[in-house]
């Protein structure tokens, strides 16, 4: 399978598996170990797991399919993850701040949306040969690390900001 049907593959991965990973916290009777990796209440940084999840599931796929094989996979698949959170983050508070109010819809376009960028951005990034040393990979899988721990220590004990904050219960975190 050639990089742009991989990446169509990993769109609709990312779609359907980040609609469900949702849900997966209170399907498993609201277990912590869980909790790492899907959304436990409604805050925004909650739904970036969404999108981070079953894009670091499909690039191990990936990476075993071709990206081992490919310099600046790990670090433009980072890149890519992080750059489809700064959309739906921008996305998200952007057009709640123009309409005053957050509505489904909207909110389902927004994670499409921080989708398609990821893996437009993987597939012109690996097109054009960016990021392609050793150096970047290792950075990225560092980065990788991070972010995953991030995911899993702001989920236990996150700031007291509003990226945190779920808007129904007022709650942050677990």
Same mark, same amino acid.
């Given at each position: 399978m050639n990089t742009?049907?991989?990446?169509?593959?990993?769109?609709? &991965?990312?779609?359907?598996l980040g609609?469900?990973?949702h849900f997966f916290y209170h399907w498993s009777g609201e277990n912590p170990l869980i909790a790492s990796f899907s959304a436990v209440n409604e805050s925004?940084?909650?739904?970036?797991? #969404? #999108?981070?999840?079953?894009? &670091? !599931?499909f690039a191990v796929i990936e990476y075993f399919a071709y990206g081992n094989r490919r310099r600046g996979f790990v670090a433009i698949r980072l890149v890519s993850i992080l750059l489809g959170m700064i959309v739906i983050v921008a996305s998200f508070y952007?057009?709640?701040?123009? #309409?005053?109010?957050?509505?489904? @819809?909207l909110d389902i376009g927004t994670f499409i949306l921080g989708v398609l960028a990821s893996y437009l951005s993987s597939y012109l990034l690996l097109q054009k040969g960016c990021?392609?040393?050793h150096r970047a990979d !290792?950075?990225?899988?560092?980065?990788?690390?991070l972010l995953i721990v991030c995911f899993i220590f702001f989920t236990i004990d @996150?700031?007291?900001v509003f990226l945190f904050e779920d808007p129904i219960t007022g709650s942050f975190g677990l």
């Open positions: 742009k049907r991989w990446h169509i593959a990993g769109i609709l &991965f990312t779609i359907i609609t469900l990973t925004t940084w909650e739904h970036l797991k #969404l #999108l981070a999840t079953p894009m &670091f !599931l952007g057009y709640t701040a123009l #309409l005053g109010t957050n509505y489904l @819809p990021l392609s040393s !290792l950075l990225a899988g560092i980065g990788s690390a @996150p700031p007291h």
